[in-house]
T-cell receptor
Framework: DTAVSQTPKYLVTQMGNDKSIKCEQNLGHDTMYWYKQDSKKFLKIMFSYNNKELIINETVPNRFSPKSPDKAHLNLHINSLELGDSAVYFC???????????????FGEGSRLTVL | AQTVTQSQPEMSVQEAETVTLSCTYDTSESNYYLFWYKQPPSRQMILVIRQEAYKQQNATENRFSVNFQKAAKSFSLKISDSQLGDTAMYFCACLNNNAGNMLTFGGGTRLMVKP
């Protein structure tokens, strides 16, 4: 069983379109994240949700809207796609232990988004 | 804000030899964690090793060990007996518990293990 699964794994679309990437984790973790990895492999956090509540929202354009219907799912919707949105998007999850996060993230396989 | 710097964009090593990847970080927090993550060509990020800042003893995981120099804010990864499967991007990362579990990554080092 895949611990953190993302769909689709590859997505090619035109500028201006709206697209979604779905993420599900079966680890029972309470926190989920979206990270963006650009063409130079630089990884940067976009959002963090804890038990369906937004915790971290790094300077991400309003065109990106995360949605967490329950603590096992965190979807990413992107409106009006731009060329610069082309990247690999990683979903991840983690679990708080004893009131603290230990930083061990479990990552999905990534979704490569290409905007033409 | 915290920053993580990996000064070696690319490295190569012969199979069975030892290689050390460098990482420096900057944080104003006293309680933090440091990590090395591996990203093979398959893209999936995998945790290699973790170090709690309050622990002086260097973490080890089989062939992987770290050299944690807290005063110098240095956290290097040593891979012993390198294997072809170690070929990957390696990312150093720092977690500040007071920043909502936000993991800050370095720019990565591409390691090639040659047969």
């Amino acid at each position: 069983d895949t611990a953190v699964s993302q769909t689709p794994k590859y997505l090619v679309t035109q500028m201006g379109n709206d697209k979604s990437i779905k993420c599900e984790q079966n680890l029972g973790h309470d926190t989920m994240y979206w990270y963006k990895q650009d063409s130079k492999k630089f990884l940067k956090i976009m959002f963090s949700y804890n038990n369906k509540e937004l915790i971290i929202n790094e300077t991400v354009p309003n065109r990106f809207s995360p949605k967490s219907p329950d603590k096992a799912h965190l979807n990413l919707h992107i409106n009006s796609l731009e060329l610069g949105d082309s990247a690999v998007y990683f979903c991840a999850s983690s679990q708080e232990r004893g009131g603290k996060y230990t930083g061990e993230l479990f990552f999905g396989e990534g979704s490569r988004l290409t905007v033409l | 804000a915290q920053t993580v710097t990996q000064s070696q964009p690319e490295m190569s090593v012969q199979e069975a030899e030892t290689v050390t990847l460098s990482c420096t970080y900057d944080t104003s927090e006293s309680n933090y964690y440091l990590f090395w993550y591996k990203q093979p060509p398959s893209r999936q990020m995998i945790l290699v090793i973790r170090q709690e800042a309050y622990k002086q003893q260097n973490a080890t995981e089989n062939r992987f060990s770290v050299n944690f120099q807290k005063a110098a804010k240095s956290f290097s990864l040593k891979i012993s007996d390198s294997q072809l499967g170690d070929t990957a991007m390696y990312f150093c990362a720092c977690l500040n518990n007071n920043a909502g579990n936000m993991l800050t990554f370095g720019g990565g080092t591409r390691l090639m293990v040659k047969p």
